[in-house]
């Protein structure tokens, strides 16, 4: 075995234990936990943390985490008693509206196997017979929750590490960081430096303040949440029942920002509902050494006021606790974030420095264990998407934008929120070249990192009279019809049968440039990407287990600077650590990466009639392009770099200018597409057009749990490459030998709409999940991408669960639509372009296969 790592872990709370235990498991023993306060009870959010585990979450790497979490404090025990008192979850409803949203929670749930089920009122007050039967509309129960007790953990952990030679620290807060070369070297602390090759800070909203030492902004907020300990109640009174035990469920009461939990014969109560109350950590000072329940950091002085809400709703749903007092109160620090995730991963230019921040109890041991197989094996077998450090544009970054969003979070925990919902605030922080004009053709923005997206435009409304039969939507429930237009169907049926502009302003462009520059993208990339200098690749990027880190469009400009489009800004972080580390092994094949989203500009002009459009402007030479061909011309006067590809599936191109062109470039395209019935088009659109033809969207379709067969991909794979990062592991893989594929689902009935994450059950079992799911406007049904098992064949007929319905569909094959591509297409004449100028009543005929860039096929 090579020698372990010197690893030093900042923080002995329930992260940091975890993490050497888990690092103890798969042999390393170099291990230093570092701890400012005392190892009994350190003083964080660990020790005064209720321990509530629910493990339902929209996402499926946090419920993993939770699962895996629960799973862990079950085996760790003391004289016969685990760390997990699992009695269960119950999640009640008091509004119709909660009592839907736990329907779809229950389908989460089955997407994610977890034993759910939902309870009538009846059954609520069957198992938990204190609620208010009046309240009560529903529940559901989770058998598999219930409480952490993480202080005994902690302690547990640190003393099965420390007989493992892990070396535990307490009172040594940390100073700074040492560094070298781009490398963590160390620690330092008031007792001495510790040296490391690997620092791991599980400072918990400390945090802040360690990612300050190296220069590095951890986008976290500290925030006080009121928790209160009631009376003595008889009726919580059992024999033999320990002062902190609990016998019946955890309870949620979310409709009023509530849980609740018992502490022997107490009730202990969590409001989520009062005003937010950011802390800075660095005010707190130093942890002092007698830390105790009542005297920690992390616990602030209770403010009554706050409370009375939250003691009346709570009074109302168990009377019992009209009969209580609070006897114990205090405001708890935890932290926050601007999407409610994690933060996990290594310091973008530090080598060897990691994160694992804005950790609850819930996920801890599972953010631990990803972690670890992180650091020893280069991949977690979970998927960080949800979670990676890197997913923050720079501009979410800004203390004020953390600030803002946290606390809208904290204020949101609870609330229903659909999956198409933007932030109310803070808007228009990234607008593109093209706002004004996209506002004058009323423009309905959603916000998307930090960018205003146009989702449709009012001003295409008037076309909806002009929408053939056989392209006018159906009715929507409530729900899906939510950040939603039938307007959309105009813009699909435009971009299909003429002419349509797309933002693509947003999707990240890098500029990769230097001697090595072809060396790292060859080696990084699934395809070819110098086969030919005049065509764009449209390739994979894969870990070492052959999981899919990204997709990327490639274009070699010249010898040494490549166009590199990704889709994510952690593809961007790995290129540029990729980058940085071939430079550093030799200084002769250096390659330089270089963001110019913001400073450049892109439109999508696709459509049948993307051509006629391009003539229009005589710019012949982009005209003429092959497909993937692409060219650095004027269009003009306009500076553009144009490649032919498509997100839709239709002939045309994406257009690049820099920022200065921008207007000018929109209005040329907008002039010379007036003849031809051009329409700006919004993302509803281009989500519709892209899975018709069978695109895959990077971070719900494929992550890194997935490989390319099993998204679709394999054409994607040149196995004649004499190597690549992931080539190794694809070896004897195929799609004829994958356990699982990505499949289209179409809707049977022609109307009913899912939104993404929902069960697919085959032969009345869960067998996978929705992934994307649209309205396919060209076959005017909805559709719906899933994960199912190998076996599930074309034809072969599932259910979706859907708010507790389920839902008929058959896999399908894809594409659904096969569209034009130039090389076959007939010249248009003049005379054929009179009736689409005079509003087309009828769609133009599929004329020809794509050979569309993106396209699967």
């Not at 990407?529 to 690749?537: D, G, Y």
Request: glycine share 8%; charged share 20%; aromatic share 8%.
């Amino acid at each position: 075995m090579a020698p372990s790592p010197r690893v030093v872990i900042i923080g002995a709370g329930i992260v940091g234990t975890n993490l050497a235990d888990e690092l103890v498991s798969r042999g390393w023993n170099d291990i230093t936990v570092v701890e400012q306060g005392p190892l009994s009870m350190p003083g964080g959010s660990t020790s005064h943390a209720p321990g509530l585990v629910f493990q339902t979450n929209s996402s499926k790497t946090m419920s993993e985490f939770a699962r895996y979490t629960v799973s862990k404090l079950l085996s760790l025990k003391q004289d016969g008693q685990s760390c997990f008192n699992q009695v269960g979850g119950l999640e009640v409803a008091t509004t119709p509206e909660r009592l839907e949203e736990l329907k779809r929670k229950r389908g989460w749930a089955s997407s994610w196997k977890i034993e759910t089920r939902l309870l009538s009122t009846d059954e609520c007050l069957e198992m938990y017979p204190l609620l208010d039967r009046d309240s009560v509309l529903g529940g559901l129960h989770i058998p598999t929750d219930g409480l952490a007790l993480a202080a005994r953990a902690v302690q547990l952990l640190v003393k099965r590490t420390t007989k493992a030679g892990v070396r535990y620290l307490e009172m040594t807060p940390v100073t700074g960081i040492e560094r070298s070369s781009g490398r963590v070297t160390g620690v330092t602390t008031p007792k001495g430096s510790i040296p490391a090759d690997i620092v791991i800070s599980c400072a918990g909203f400390w945090g802040v303040e360690i990612g300050a030492m190296v220069g590095l902004p951890i986008p976290l907020l500290p925030l006080a949440h009121q928790y209160v300990k009631t009376s003595s109640l008889q009726v919580l009174a059992a024999p033999n029942k320990a002062s902190n035990g609990a016998h019946l469920p955890i309870l949620r009461h979310q409709d009023q920002d509530l849980y609740y939990r018992e502490h022997g014969d107490r009730y202990g109560i969590g409001y989520y509902g009062h005003r937010p109350m950011p802390v800075v950590a660095a005010s707190l000072g130093n942890t002092p050494e007698n830390v105790s329940e009542q005297n920690m950091p992390s616990r602030l002085d209770f403010t009554p006021e706050d409370f009375q809400p939250a003691w009346e709703a709570s009074q109302k749903l168990l009377p019992i606790l009209r009969n209580a007092e609070i006897t114990d109160g205090f405001n708890g620090i935890f932290s926050f974030t601007p999407d409610g995730g994690p933060i996990v991963g290594q310091h973008p230019t530090l080598d060897g420095f990691y994160v694992a921040e804005a950790v609850w109890v819930t996920h801890s041991a599972g953010v631990a264990k990803a972690v670890a197989e992180l650091l020893t094996t280069g991949r977690s077998e979970t998927d960080l998407a949800d979670c990676d450090l890197a997913r923050f544009e720079e501009v979410q970054l800004a203390p004020a934008y953390v600030s803002e969003t946290s606390q809208q979070n904290f204020v949101e925990v609870y609330d229903i929120l659909h999956p198409m919902q933007p932030k109310a605030s803070p808007r228009d922080l990234r607008v593109t070249p093209f706002h004004a004009r996209q506002q004058e053709l009323g423009a309905v923005f959603l916000e998307s990192r930090a960018w205003e997206r146009p989702q449709w435009f009012e001003a295409n409304a008037e076309l909806l009279d002009d929408l053939p039969a056989q392209w006018r939507p159906v009715d929507r429930d409530v729900w899906s019809a939510r950040f939603h237009s039938p307007i959309v169907a105009v813009e699909a049926w435009k971009a299909r049968t003429t002419v349509a502009m797309y933002d693509m302003t947003p999707l990240k462009r890098l500029e990769v440039h230097g001697p090595g520059a072809a060396e790292m993208l060859q080696r990084l990339t699934t395809s070819d990407v110098l086969a030919n200098s005049k065509l764009a690749t449209y390739t994979l990027m894969l870990d070492n287990q052959g999981g899919i880190r990204s997709d990327v469009m490639v274009a070699r400009l010249d010898d040494e600077s490549f166009h590199v489009g990704v889709f994510s800004p952690v593809a961007m972080d790995y290129l540029l650590r990729e980058a940085r580390q071939q430079s550093r092994r030799d200084g002769l094949r250096w390659v330089q990466v270089r963001d110019v989203t913001g400073g450049t500009c892109s439109i999508g002009l696709w459509g049948p009639l993307a051509v006629e459009v391009m003539k229009a402007t005589n710019s012949t030479d982009i005209a003429g392009l092959p497909h993937h061909g692409f060219c650095e011309a004027f269009i003009s006067g306009v500076p553009v770099l144009a490649i032919r590809l498509s997100h839709v599936g239709e002939l045309g191109w994406e257009i690049y200018t820099s920022v200065e062109f921008g207007q000018r470039l929109w209005d040329v395209l907008w002039a010379a597409g007036r003849s031809y019935g051009v329409v700006a088009a919004g993302r509803g659109a281009m989500n519709s057009l892209r899975m018709e033809k069978g695109y895959r969207d990077w971070g719900s379709d494929m992550t890194t749990e997935h490989d390319p067969y099993e998204a679709g991909l394999g054409h994607l794979i040149d196995l004649k490459k004499p190597s690549f990062v992931g080539k190794a592991a694809l070896q004897g893989r195929s799609e004829r030998t994958s356990s699982r594929r990505l499949r289209t689902l179409t809707i049977d009935d022609g109307r009913s709409m899912v939104l993404g994450k929902e069960p697919v059950f085959h032969e009345g079992r869960p067998v996978g999940y929705v992934t994307s799911a649209a309205f396919a406007y060209t076959i005017r049904k909805p559709i719906a991408y899933a994960h199912l098992p190998g076996h599930i064949l074309d034809g072969a007929f599932v259910e979706i669960e859907y708010f507790g319905r389920l839902i008929w569909a058959t896999v399908t094959d894809n594409p659904l639509t096969n569209v034009a591509s130039r090389r076959e297409q007939p010249r248009i004449s003049s005379r054929a372009v009179e009736p689409i100028r005079a509003r087309l009543q009828l769609p133009l005929p599929v004329l020809f296969k794509c050979q569309n860039p993106l396209c699967p096929i």
